[in-house]
C-alpha cells in the first residue's frame, strides 16, 4: 500500500506542462479576484496561498488516502466485493466521509496558523484569508488534473473529435477550485466568529456531498453531464454565500489592514 501511497504522492509533481499551471492559476485568478484580495498590500497572503497549495500533496496521499483505504478494508471484513459493488450508494460513504474531514480540516492551517498570531481580525478580512487559503489547494489540485489531462495527449484535435465533451476536466476544475475557496472561506469566517467546529462540519459535509456525486455516477444514476451541473450548482451555492458575506455593507469591526502591526508588516 505504502509503495502506492508514495507513487501517488509523486505523481503530484509529475508531468509538469505550463498549460496546466497558466490554465490552473487562470481558474483560480477568476475565483478568487471576486473576493478581491489585497494581495499587492498584505505580503503575508501570499504566504498563506502558498501554504495551501504545499499542503495538497501530503493531506491526499499520506493522510486521506490511507484512511480511506482503512474503512475500505474493514468494510471487506464484513462484505465481499461483489456485495460492496451492489450497495455502492452506501458503501462508498465511509471512504468519502474522510474525503471531507480531512481536506477541509487541513486547508484551514494556514489561515488559522495567521489567525493565531493576528488578532482581532474581522469577519471580511476572516473570508479573505479563507477564500486565499482556498485557493492554494484548489489551484495546486488543478495543476495535478490538467497537467495530467495534457499529458495523455490532449489537444485542440482532441476537442474537434470528441465535441464539448473534451472539455469536462477544464469546467471541473473551474467548479473545484471555486468550492475549495468558497468553502474554506466560510470555514474560517466561522472560526472568527467563534463557531469554528461546527462551520468546519459544515463545508466538511457540503464536501462529502459535492463529492457523493461520483458514486451517483458510477451506480449510474447520474450521467457525467448531470454531475457537473450537480457540482457546479452546490459550488456556487457556496460561493455566493461566501461572497454575499464579503461584501454586504461597510464592517465596523477592526481591520487587519488597518491595526498598527499590519502597517509594521507592510
Not at 46 to 59: C, Y
Not at 190 to 214: D, E, P, R
Request: glycine content about 10%; hydrophobic content about 55%.
Amino acid at each position: 500500500m505504502w509503495v502506492n501511497i508514495w507513487q501517488l504522492f509523486v505523481s503530484f509533481y509529475s508531468n509538469p506542462g505550463g498549460w496546466g499551471i497558466g490554465i490552473a492559476l487562470a481558474l483560480g485568478a477568476i475565483w478568487l479576484g471576486a473576493f478581491a484580495p489585497p494581495i499587492h498590500k498584505r505580503p503575508w497572503l501570499w504566504a498563506v496561498l502558498a501554504g495551501g497549495a504545499i499542503l495538497f500533496g501530503p493531506t491526499i496521499a499520506f493522510i486521506q488516502v490511507p484512511l480511506q483505504f482503512g474503512a475500505n478494508k474493514a468494510l471487506l471484513h464484513f462484505w465481499d466485493q461483489a456485495t460492496l459493488q451492489q450497495h455502492l450508494l452506501f458503501a462508498g460513504i465511509p471512504a468519502l466521509l474522510f474525503t471531507g474531514l480531512v481536506q477541509e480540516g487541513l486547508k484551514l492551517m494556514p489561515a488559522l496558523v495567521y489567525m493565531e498570531r493576528k488578532q482581532p481580525i474581522s469577519n471580511r478580512d476572516a473570508l479573505i484569508l479563507g477564500a486565499v487559503a482556498g485557493a492554494g489547494f484548489g489551484i495546486f489540485e488543478a495543476v495535478w488534473v490538467l497537467n495530467t489531462v495534457f499529458a495523455s495527449g490532449f489537444t485542440w484535435a482532441t476537442v474537434q473529435l470528441q465535441g464539448w465533451q473534451a472539455l469536462i476536466p477544464f469546467w471541473e476544475r473551474f467548479s473545484a477550485v471555486g468550492f475549495h475557496i468558497g468553502a474554506t472561506a466560510l470555514a474560517i469566517y466561522g472560526w472568527n466568529k467563534g463557531k469554528g467546529w461546527q462551520f468546519y462540519l459544515l463545508v466538511a459535509f457540503l464536501h462529502i456531498i459535492l463529492n457523493y456525486s461520483v458514486l451517483l455516477l458510477a451506480a449510474q444514476v447520474f450521467t457525467v453531464v448531470q454531475l457537473e451541473i450537480y457540482c457546479s450548482v452546490l459550488a456556487a451555492a457556496i460561493l455566493a454565500t461566501a461572497l454575499w458575506l464579503r461584501w454586504r455593507g461597510p464592517s465596523q469591526e477592526p481591520d487587519i489592514e488597518n491595526t498598527s502591526s499590519e502597517s509594521a508588516e507592510m
